[in-house]
């Protein structure tokens, strides 16, 4: 597959069947192969808190592997150190998904791992990785307070023992994180991009982001990733050394997009967490899609944490209620295109609405 797929929805299971129909990964696969299925489940929380993968893709992409003829199928996770994975699979819901689909799951945290090598660097990695044909990485999209964002790499810390992850962090991530891709080498990427986290991996304050996303390069996804929370790459460093160290191209204007059901977009659904309610202030909303309105409280939350928002006293106006409205103010999207000062786009990229945002206020 060339590029990024992107699925609009809030149907987590039906959109990720479609979408794996749309590109059918594994037409080449032979019937014995072994399937890893890696979610997050850093923690055990369920995916309505932003934390973690939901287990509704897990189920869509085993109806689709097992209407392929697919059955040798394994979900494999290590959640961080502090909590059990055994339990994350219970409480995130996919003690359930394993009884329903007759497939395993298996806790990384019970493999002592092995020592593997890349650039001339050694890292601990979890056997069991080495014994798949094809490994499905399912990051979700989400803040993370040291790497700014959690996707397609850093997921795959999940699959070193609990040891190796101490000296992640003790190495300051960034590095390591881009240095295992070299190693554990994921064949397809889905990002669960209908429901992640403003600012932290443990999750709290959910958005809504109305998508699930594909590809096969995980410098592409994440670097597309981190525009669409309002990043420049150049803040994003593990993603920076990942392309560095030749494991994938940054997304740009030219890279193939293919999008689907963008007539399908959902609303916003959710109760906001107490900092997307206090970024919330600052929006007029009326009827707004759910990748419109997370794009603009990603903005807002970059705007805040540069000093900005609290002088700022105008709101912004969002959604399809705003349509053939000329108003002397901010907007945001197609659907606002004829207030006096507009950021373009179906849904915005929220480090367009960032850059925007930044000149107004500054020159407010
Ligand atoms: S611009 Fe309008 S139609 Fe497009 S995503 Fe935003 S609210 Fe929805």
């Known amino acids: 597959m060339k590029g990024l797929l992107i699925i609009y929805g809030n ?31 850093v923690l055990a929380k369920p995916a309505t808190s932003g934390a973690t993968t939901s287990p509704e893709i897990a189920a869509g992409i085993i109806e ?26 219970k409480v995130c819901g996919y003690e359930n998904i394993a009884q329903r ?23 601990k990695v979890c056997e069991t990785i080495n014994q798949v044909d ?10 993370h307070c040291q790497t700014k964002l959690t996707c397609a790499l850093k997921n795959l810390k999940g699959c070193i023992p609990d ?13 390591p994180i881009a240095y295992l891709n070299g190693i554990i080498k994921a064949n397809l990427h889905i990002v669960d991009g209908v429901m992640g986290d403003l600012t932290f991996e443990e999750g709290g304050n959910p958005v809504e982001m109305g998508r699930i996303i594909a590809g096969t390069d995980p410098v592409l996804v994440d670097s597309y990733v981190a525009e669409l929370m309002g990043y420049e790459i150049s803040e994003v460093k593990h993603v920076q050394i990942a392309h560095k160290i030749g494991l994938g191209q940054l997304y740009n204007e030219d890279t193939s997009i293919q999008e689907i059901d963008r007539e399908n977009m959902p609303a916003v ?5 107490h900092k997307v309610k206090h ?41 399809r209620g705003y349509k053939d409205s000329s108003i002397d103010g901010i907007g945001i999207g197609i659907c606002t295109n004829k207030f006096s000062h507009n950021i373009a786009g179906c849904p915005p990229r929220a480090k367009d609405i960032v850059k925007h945002l930044e000149n ?4 407010a």
């Open 279 to 319: 970024l919330a202030k600052w929006i007029n909303e009326n009827q707004a899609c759910s990748p419109c309105y997370g794009s603009l409280i990603h903005a807002l939350d970059k705007l805040d944490d540069m000093g900005l928002l609290r002088a700022f006293t105008g709101k912004i106006s969002i959604g």
């Open 269 to 273: 659904t959710i109760k906001p967490g």
């Open 360 to 363: 107004v206020i500054k020159n």
């Open 163 to 175: 040891s190796e992850k101490r000296r992640f962090h003790s190495l300051g991530l960034h590095k």
């Open 64 to 89: 689709y592997l097992q209407e392929r003829g697919l059955f040798n199928i394994h979900i494999m996770e290590g959640s961080w150190v502090g909590d059990s994975t055994k339990r994350a699979y």
């Open 11 to 41: 149907r987590p299971r039906e959109m990720v069947k479609k979408l794996l129909y749309e590109i059918d990964p594994v037409k080449e696969l032979s019937k014995n192969s072994i399937i890893g299925l890696k979610p997050n489940l």
């Open 134 to 143: 094809y490994l499905i990485n399912l990051p979700v999209l989400k803040g």
């Open 101 to 123: 689909y007759k497939v395993t799951l298996i806790d990384l945290k019970d493999d002592l791992g092995v020592n593997a090598q890349f650039l001339g660097e050694t890292f």
